[in-house]
């Protein structure tokens, strides 16, 4: 991107930033500390690392420092400056070295980073092999905090998360009625805390714990084949949340995590959903 | 609502209107006419009718006037002021009136009125007959616009819409597999241009041209029941929006409508619509 | 509201629930215990506490209940058979009563209640003491759960919460320019745990923290006042923040409290924001 | 991206389309055209045309295409799968030419294409120099349609459209204030028909008519810089509206064009709001 020259009248407006007031660092007599002040909703082009690949696509970031009680305000302008100026593909651990930059850029003892994007699952409809690319959300961050309870040390929490939409069908409708069984989208989510599993392998778990996947392309002998696959899977919220514990309780690369799952009911105006956390081996360990 | 006392120190700020300088007054050279200058996203605690009932809701306002190209600016908290001041109960006719008061009042050739609200339909379910309420969308407007193509008189149309929430069920996925077939929340929206159509009837017209209707309360006996209603009338957005023409071109209520459906797709993360114009008795009279 | 007569046809499909197998009551042998499964999105007409008032507005519900590892599903349309049954004004208490109440007919060691909504504030401007009414958002909740680290008895927590939106006048811009300074709408959000506060208090402290309240209809001596209040009052979020910090740590019917500003920057296309955490009276007793 | 494989078990549900019924090509018989069936709210990874350059970015897209009384249905997979084939760099004359595949696929003789996304323009602080990318919308379409009143030919109408933050400060509050002027972020819209204006050239002419351009990033000489600017440019939503018209009506590259501009009031909870249209130097020859 080329910016575009600042006109003359801009250059003679130019200041040193040591003539100006600095308001931010005069003292503060409140006493209140404050545990989070940034900035949020701050868009920019990034790309992502799903697998082993790197995908281009618009993260939305929110990031924050702890504020100590004696200064009167942060300067959120570096929290935007340091996160225009990172290049490379943005994963877990680019949250974690963000999170570190503005602890030190900013002088504080605790930051968070997080950032939230789409992105785009290559498909193949089951039967007649169209291609198409299914939009899901995604999100990296990292928390630094001081302990409660007196304990001294700051720790670090870092997480990938992902929210996949797909289809449930209704045990209940399809073992009480004559013929049929109400079916919804449902969005499902994993976070995936301190662990090793990228994007596209929390996908799969969330696919897999589903009815049927979605898929933004089918033809109609694809669609006879999700029809009858959803109807083979029938899946409360409920089981579709055991199933993605079970599935990370024995993933190698699963740490903690939390799950839930959404959904949109086709016979009522509102939502359903379940919500569970786990360990998996790495935290076991 | 009794409002808060002001302050003495507010009471001592008082100016008169007349000391101030009135920057909208000011003779404009540009030589613009503008179609539209108002307010909106203003809400109001307000009520609305209903069949012959007032029901209590929040109502999101959009007002607008025309501003001629001698004048800097519009008197906006005319706007704000004239429906706060407005006392009653809304419905179409309510948006025409106040139409003509802020033609009035801000000496405006033409203006436009919209709000927007929830409003709730009792609903008793099918079988077990629990009471519930569901929640669907309303609005009324009224726009007076100046004709095109040279012809000088004024002209005022004024809507009543309603947005209500259904089941479909996809007749092709029906017809291609063993079992089942995908069924989805759907959006169903109808505008009644100029028509004697109220709110309830025309969520009944809605509500008929679905699959089945939605509850929000479903005992077992009633959930196989919406199934197995849904099974035996499959629609696509294409039919419901014949349905929905069909219906309104004999009702006797009916002048000119807009209709539209949009299907929250459960086998696809992205929606399905058909829209469809037709005119109804009142409009071919 | 009158419910619409079920057709004589739903007579006729009336089935008894006990002739229906109960997928819910199914043994589930995955061994995964469920924090909360529910329901949420679910609008209902309702009356809420303000001060010594009921008011009339529309409630968003999200409903929730533990679940054993036993039990394959919650029966889902008891939670909103319940918020539908529910007579009398919405308060904290209220909350409360229909989260014990939850824990009973679903026999869950523990549930949560919550319910947002809109409510007004009856303004009268500062100078022309026009009246008006601000659209502000409220929130009450109740959250039992079982203590962590092996403690056995369960806890109770319930908040009252408001957003409200206010103007705050930046102090760094105000002391480095020549004229001016930028300004915004901010939002203020405070939460009381435990504590004592009605929703009209919390909001008198919310616009008490900022640098000027908003009204929705100004004229122009008030215009005047306001802008010139903001200029007198200039407040960075952390400053906001640490305001209500300050005014909640002396009010006598606070108990614990989160407190948050987010200022719609008007010089950037983003959010800056604080947050701070503190206790009350109540609390240190 | 590499589609995942599909497992040998859809391999051997694969199925002859032509075995299959297919609903869609029923005959319907109740006589009513649709003016639109199609699909929306389906995103895909694209290519976007800025000025002479391509970005990538995330397109939300709405298709549609006209249906006539006899068919049944649209094959809207056909729609999905158009969008998910293009390749190339999308801008107006893209959705143009799907628009033509829309129509010949599906035998049509009407189709809509509509493709709305974010994109960044590159900005350099007014004094410090400091990089930054500022998120804009943007928007390609294309539509054709039949004309009204009996005349046969169809015709076609595209637009490129943006809608760009920036600040406007209050000439009226700046006039009657002792000191400060409120000021807010405002959102500028332009839609320009069939015109030869690139998204960077609009964005500019957008900024050009408001109090003061947006930056991500501002170091404490800039936000001097953009305080002082905006003082010296107070603009009504109204005024901003007729200086983009103005600077419109004599550009060369302009035909017909619609612009607004909404203001996030910072004295009102609710936004206002102008809007015209006019005609430039491409529509006049």
Redesign the interface.
Known sequence: ??????SPA?GR?????DA?????LEA?T?G??????????????IQVRVGK?A????GKFEL?VF?SAEA???H??RL??AV?ARAGVWDEHAAISLCDELRATLGAKDASVRVEF?W?????A??????????LRGEFSAHSFQELQGKPRSRLVSTTSVTV?V?T?C???????????????TLVRIQSVMGKLSLDELA?VAEEASS?E????????D??????R??SRPR????V???L??ALAEHPKADAFNVSA?S???????????????VGPLFRR
């Not at 209140?32 to 082009?45: A, D, M, Q, T």
Request: with cysteine; charged share 25%; proline share 7%.
């Open positions: 991107m080329t910016a575009r020259k600042p801009r407006a130019r200041a040193t930033v100006l007031p600095d308001v931010h503060d409140r209140v500390e404050l545990h989070r002040v940034g900035v949020r909703g701050l868009s920019l082009p690949a995908k281009a696509t618009i924050g504020l009167r305000g942060a959120l302008s935007a400056e225009q789409p785009f699952l290559a498909k193949r089951p039967v007649s092999q169209a291609r198409s690319a299914l939009e939409p289809t069908l045990p209940c409708s399809q073992a009480i009625s004559e013929a049929g069984a109400h079916n919804q989208r799969a049927c979605l898929y933004p392309v089918l033809k109609r002998p669609e006879k084949y999700v029809t009858e959803a109807w409360f919220v409920e089981d949340v055991r199933e514990v079970v959404e949109q009911e086709s016979i009522h105006a509102h939502e359903a959903y379940a919500e569970a956390s786990g």
